[in-house]
C-alpha cells in the first residue's frame, strides 16, 4: 500500500490566483499543489500560512514549494549567497506555518566563459571554493529544516552529470533532510547522465517533476516524448514519493491526467 505516493500539479503562469489552482485542482482530483517562487502571486508575502491551512482542511489539498530558479546557494558573492539564505530560510518559517512539507530548488552550475576550443564553467575552475560556498548555505538550511521536518529537495536540471556538480551533491545530501527530486524531462535533455546520478543515490529520490521529453524539448505530455512512462511511475509508487504532473499549461495538464487515468496508471 503506497502512503505518500500524490499527484501534484504545478502553479501555472497563466493564472493569477490562488484560488484558481485550487479550482483546477479539485476538478481534477489531484492530491497537491506546487506553489512557484518565480510567480509573484506565490511569493510567500502574498500568501497568509492561515489560507493554505484552510484550504487543506475544507479540501485535503496539500501544497509544496518551489524556490526561485535563481537561487544560488553557491554563488561566490557572500551578500547575494547570505540574501539567499535568508530567503530560505524565511520560506522554511512560512511553510512550517502552512504546512507545507516540501522545497524543490535547483543547484545553479554557474557562469561559464566561451573559450576558442570549449567551455569553462567558473564553478568548475573554482570548485573547492564552490563547494565550500555552497555546503556553508546546507549546513545553515538543513538545521531548520530538520527543526520543522520539512524536505529540501534539490532538483536534476540536466547538470547532475558534471562531476562538479556530484562533489557538492556528494556533500550536501549526507545532511538531514537534504534529498533530490528526479526531474524525468530534465534527464532526457542531459541524454540521461542525471540519472546516472540519481540511480547511485535512489534512497535519497523525495519528489518526482513529471513530464515526458524529445531531445531539448521537455515538459511534454505523457507518451508525446521518448520516455518509458509506466516506468517511471512504478518508480514514483515503489519510492512512496510525490509525483508533480509538470506540464505547464491548463490544457496540457488536463490532457495529461486523462490520458493517465485512461491508462489507468493514476
Same mark, same amino acid.
Given at each position: ?116 576550443? %570549449? $567551455?569553462?564553467? !567558473? ?12 555546503? &556553508? *548555505?546546507? +549546513? =545553515? /538550511? ?94 514514483? %509508487? $515503489?519510492?512512496? !514519493? ?12 488536463? &490532457? *495529461?491526467? +486523462? =490520458? /493517465? ?6
Amino acid at each position: 500500500m503506497y502512503n505518500k505516493f500524490k499527484i501534484g500539479m504545478p502553479a501555472l503562469v497563466e493564472y493569477t490566483s490562488l484560488n484558481k489552482l485550487v479550482d483546477l485542482c479539485l476538478e481534477l482530483k489531484l492530491d497537491f499543489i506546487e506553489l512557484n517562487m518565480n510567480l509573484p502571486y506565490n511569493f510567500i508575502q502574498n500568501i497568509n500560512p492561515a489560507e493554505l491551512k484552510k484550504i487543506k482542511k475544507e479540501t485535503n489539498i496539500e501544497f509544496t514549494m518551489h524556490m526561485p530558479d535563481e537561487a544560488d546557494l553557491g554563488t561566490f558573492y557572500e551578500s547575494v549567497r547570505e540574501g539567499f539564505v535568508n530567503l530560505f530560510s524565511d520560506t522554511l518559517d512560512w511553510s512550517n506555518e502552512s504546512g507545507v512539507k516540501l522545497l524543490n530548488l535547483h543547484i545553479i552550475e554557474g557562469a561559464k566563459m566561451t573559450l576558442p576550443n %570549449k $567551455k569553462v564553467y !567558473i564553478y568548475d575552475k573554482y570548485s573547492a571554493e564552490y563547494l565550500n560556498s555552497f555546503i &556553508k *548555505s546546507i +549546513e =545553515i /538550511l538543513s538545521v531548520k529544516a530538520n527543526k520543522y521536518d520539512i524536505t529540501l529537495s534539490i532538483e536534476n536540471s540536466h547538470n547532475f552529470g558534471k562531476p562538479y556538480i556530484q562533489r557538492v551533491l556528494d556533500k550536501a545530501i549526507t545532511y538531514p533532510n537534504i534529498n533530490l527530486t528526479w526531474d524525468t524531462g530534465h534527464d532526457v535533455v542531459s541524454n540521461y547522465t542525471d540519472r546516472q546520478y540519481l540511480m547511485k543515490n535512489v534512497k535519497k529520490i523525495a519528489h518526482m517533476h513529471f513530464h515526458d521529453a524529445k531531445g531539448q524539448n521537455d515538459h511534454q505530455v505523457p507518451f508525446d516524448g521518448e520516455l518509458n512512462i509506466s516506468e517511471l511511475i512504478e518508480f514514483a %509508487k $515503489k519510492q512512496d !514519493i510525490r509525483m508533480l504532473i509538470e506540464v505547464k499549461t491548463k490544457d496540457a495538464l488536463k &490532457k *495529461s491526467v +486523462e =490520458i /493517465l487515468r485512461n491508462a489507468k496508471m493514476i
